[in-house]
């Protein structure tokens, strides 16, 4: 346990930058899997609109990628690595 002022302090903001961190990591992991869903229903059906549906998802994750580097929650080597792996599932559609 914390005995010291600034110790109790770095406790508070440990805890804050491990919920913001949580959030844009557990995200960037949902809108994924949304992804690779939407993908599978366009790989069968062809539809156009299931095309748009995919790029508007893909659209949302690399700016949440691009957010969460900025935030230094993602590495940037990290960060371009799961866009490119995303971007070549899609081209390989």
Known sequence: MANNKS???RIGI???NR???R???SSVRTLIKIFFQDLETYKT????EEKEK???TLSSIYSLIDK??????FHKNAAARKKSKLAA????T
């Open 89 to 92: 599932y899609l081209k390989t």
């Open 23 to 25: 959030y844009y990591k």
């Open 68 to 73: 969460g580097t900025k935030k230094n929650i």
């Open 45 to 48: 059906s062809q539809n156009p």
């Open 19 to 21: 919920l913001k961190n």
């Open 54 to 56: 995919i790029k508007k």
């Open 7 to 9: 110790a109790k302090k």
């Open 14 to 16: 440990n805890k804050r």
